[in-house]
């Protein structure tokens, strides 16, 4: 259910881009100190009812990320339990992504 930062870097140099949707589910706030340049913003606030407009998108790879892996965690569940079962969580948020791929995303 997580994918280490390592593992996601892997797939963002060999998968094609248009199979593969990074998720951050932080608030906006969070999202304008620091992102993933691949991602795009659904907050945990509103991802419930965001998730629908992926239907017919099951078969794709999904990798959601937070600040530390705990609410995209939560994301992930939510997720796999409409059918997206090829969705991970990013093992120790963008905080880890920072420290282990990209030392020019700020840490807060």
């Known amino acids: 259910m997580e994918i280490s930062p390592s593992k996601l870097n892997n797939w963002l140099n060999e998968i ?8 951050d589910c932080r608030e906006q706030d ?9 991602a795009m913003l659904i907050p945990l606030s509103v991802f419930a009812e ?3 407009k992926f239907k017919g ?4 790879a ?3 990320y937070c600040h530390h892996g705990m609410r ?5 569940h939510q997720m796999r339990s409409k059918g997206f079962q090829n969705t991970y969580s ?3 948020g963008i905080e880890r ?6 030392p020019t995303i700020a840490r807060y």
């Open 30 to 38: 969070e999202w304008d100190i620091c992102h993933i340049k691949e």
């Open 90 to 92: 990013l093992t120790g």
């Open 57 to 60: 998108s099951e078969s794709m």
């Open 16 to 23: 094609d881009s248009s199979l593969l949707h990074i998720i």
């Open 62 to 64: 999904f990798v959601i």
């Open 50 to 52: 965001s998730i629908n």
């Open 72 to 76: 995209s965690l939560h994301a992930t």
């Open 97 to 102: 992504w920072s420290y282990d791929i990209d």
